[in-house]
């Protein structure tokens, strides 16, 4: 079984500044990891995911993540978030076999923006 | 249109009534999942079905029961819903054989039980 944990349940910055969302992962297994963003009243869309290869991973609207095995973790980051970003953000793992009985996910980073 | 329907996408109801989730996908995904979110405590599986006659508990079945009628269709029912239910419902899909895991959300169904 895997389990996510997200250390951060709320993350104020300012426009234009630099953000990082922490994940940190448990798993006996090599793993998948997903990060999906949740717009207000809307469902979960897909930030990026690591599946192999590099340990850096670029996603949509300027997004990115690495990949630490040794440390367990995911961390999402931007280097100049925009008002457009609030947002909850939640990462997610599986199992590498391919997460047939779905996906574990943390419990959400709610990213604000402030002007 | 969304790839992942669900209706409807807001109820009130009373503790005690029958409740049904209907979520309907045009992907063409053999597999289907509902899920559970609550504030603070993210995504909580509920059920998950790999096909017609494949149905599997979740994390968090108890209270819930499902009924997957056709590959694209797949409901979500509360026999007897009580006010910890209350709750925003996601049900998502993803491609049977593909190696990943990722998962296909729809918009959500807000449940509240009075």
């Known amino acids: 079984a895997q389990s996510v944990t997200q250390l951060d349940s709320q993350v104020p910055v300012f426009e234009e500044a630099p953000v990082e969302l922490r994940c940190n992962y448990s798993?006996?297994?090599?793993?998948?990891l997903f990060w999906y963003v949740q717009y207000p009243n809307q469902g979960l869309q897909l930030l990026l995911k690591?599946?192999?290869?590099?340990?850096l991973v670029k996603g949509i609207n300027g997004f990115e993540a690495e990949f630490n095995k040794s440390q367990t973790s995911f961390h999402l980051r931007k280097p100049s978030v925009h008002i457009s970003d609030t947002a909850e953000y939640f990462c997610?793992?599986?199992?590498?076999?391919?997460?047939?009985?779905?996906?574990?996910f943390g419990k959400g980073t709610h990213l604000i923006i402030q002007p | 249109d969304a790839d992942v329907t669900q209706t409807p996408r807001n109820r009130i109801t009373k503790t005690g009534k029958r409740i049904m989730l209907e979520c309907s996908q045009t992907?063409?995904?053999?597999?289907m999942y509902w899920y559970r979110q609550d504030p603070g405590l993210g995504l909580q599986l509920i059920y998950y079905?790999?096909?017609?006659?494949?149905?599997n508990k979740g994390e968090i079945s108890d209270g819930y029961s499902v009924s997957r009628q056709a590959q694209a269709k797949f409901s979500l029912s509360l026999e007897s819903a009580i006010p910890n239910q209350t709750a925003l419902y996601f049900c998502?899909?993803?491609?049977?054989?593909?190696?990943?895991?990722?998962?296909?959300f729809g918009e959500g169904s807000r449940l509240t039980v009075l």
């Open positions: 998502a899909t993803s491609e049977a054989g593909a190696t990943t895991g990722e998962l296909f």
């Open positions: 798993s006996s297994v090599s793993v998948y």
């Open positions: 690591y599946l192999s290869g590099s340990t």
């Open positions: 997610a793992v599986t199992s590498s076999g391919g997460g047939a009985d779905g996906l574990t």
């Open positions: 992907k063409g995904h053999d597999r």
């Open positions: 079905s790999f096909d017609v006659k494949d149905i």
